[in-house]
């Protein structure tokens, strides 16, 4: 059981930066949150914590009545804390804006966005309840320009990234922080696995990411480890935007300065070069 100890609440937990971060934290001694639409991965993470260590449910973020019975358990078993709630949960779609049918469009939205304001919403009482708790969100190097492909789930990251700096201002009367990851290229399953669409119909995917990634440069190849250590590092720090890799930070800068600049590099792709 929780008892005393530090506790962190993941959602999308069952891969990728999810999954990486309930193994760090746990190695840590933490007590483990772990949410996912995924049965079958959320049962083997929890059998490779421990029972004793672990909270997992299969639980849909756009689902508000669902998401709070899931805080309301968690709650009990934690005696009403939360150290640290990690929104991570997300999803994505490939195309130009109009080839991607527009309920997949109100997808990215739903999970993206409603579903970081549903985790928010429902967690905020037990992470005012813990000294110094954080509330930390997933963003994207999506949300450093909005990517071409991408436009939808950009504009996302974009919005949980202005909510988080809101936040991180609003909350502190309630002694609580808020962050943010914006991590570039990483190895998990949303790689490979989320759709590609032209004129309306899905089409397959021309080989993996992975095989073609880049092995150095802005967009070089991360593994989930790196975002989760970053997490680790955020709990101990009061910085608003974390980059993986930290050089993605220039993009931010660079469009401050020009967005047309940035919009042209993208134009040219050497926007990562």
Not at 1 to 19: D, E, L, N, V, Y
Not at 114 to 122: C, D, E, L, S
Not at 226 to 240: F, I, K, M, P
């Amino acid at each position: 059981m929780a008892g005393k100890r530090k506790s962190i609440f993941i959602t999308g937990a069952a891969g990728g930066i999810g999954q990486a971060t309930a193994r760090l934290f746990a190695e840590k001694g933490w007590f483990i949150g772990a949410v996912d639409v995924n049965e079958e991965k959320l049962a083997d993470l929890r059998q490779e914590i421990g029972e004793a260590d672990s909270f997992t449910h299969v639980l849909d973020v756009t689902d508000r009545d669902a998401f709070k019975k899931v805080i309301h358990k968690f709650g009990e078993i934690t005696s009403g804390g939360m150290d640290i709630l990690h929104n991570n949960a997300g999803i994505g779609y490939a195309g130009f804006f109009e080839d991607i049918p527009f309920e997949k469009h109100l997808e990215v939205i739903n999970v993206n966005l409603i579903g970081v304001m549903n985790g928010v919403y429902t967690a905020l009482p037990l992470l005012i309840a813990t000294d110094n708790s954080l509330c930390f969100t997933t963003s994207s190097s999506a949300a450093t320009y909005g990517p071409p492909g991408l436009s939808t789930y950009g504009a996302t990251k974009h919005a949980v990234k202005g909510l988080t700096e809101a936040w991180s201002i609003e909350f502190k009367h309630h002694d609580v922080r808020a962050a943010d990851v914006l991590p570039g290229l990483i190895d998990t399953p949303i790689l490979n696995n989320s759709p590609v669409y032209f004129q309306g119909q899905e089409v397959p995917r021309e080989g993996r990411v992975q095989d073609t990634a880049p092995r150095k440069g802005l967009m070089r190849l991360i593994q989930p480890i790196e975002v989760a250590e970053t997490v680790w590092q955020a709990y101990h720090s009061d910085q608003l935007h974390w980059y993986v890799p930290p050089e993605l930070r220039q993009i931010d800068v660079m469009k401050g300065e020009s967005p047309e600049k940035v919009r042209e590099a993208y134009e040219n792709q050497t926007i990562f070069s």
